[in-house]
């Protein structure tokens, strides 16, 4: 019980208070960005004749992942104005 009180008292910090490596939108372009890098300099061995696919899945899971990440944040925000 004692480590629950405990738990319950610390405070969330804030986004800019965190390590750039704790936000998910910069982990997820520069994973990108690498893949990119790679598959550009042909270093793995499925190599694309031209560059338009990999750019393409790349332009379609950003917006994908922005999305996802501006509702939840939006979400969010909803509710915790409502707890407020």
């Known amino acids: ?4 009180c405990k738990l319950s008292e610390k ?5 800019s208070d965190l390590p750039l490596f704790c936000n998910p939108v910069f982990l997820f372009f520069v994973n990108w960005v690498a893949m990119l890098v790679t598959l550009a300099i042909q270093v ?3 190599s ?3 560059l338009w696919l990999p750019v ?4 379609l ?3 994908a992942m ?3 990440y501006y509702a939840t944040k939006l979400l969010l925000n909803r509710r ?3 707890r407020s």
């Open 48 to 50: 694309y004749p031209d």
């Open 1 to 4: 019980m004692a480590r629950i």
């Open 66 to 68: 922005l999305a996802g």
């Open 11 to 15: 405070t969330v910090r804030s986004r």
């Open 56 to 59: 393409g899945l790349f332009v």
């Open 44 to 46: 793995t061995y499925v």
């Open 80 to 82: 915790n104005g409502e």
């Open 61 to 63: 899971s950003s917006l």
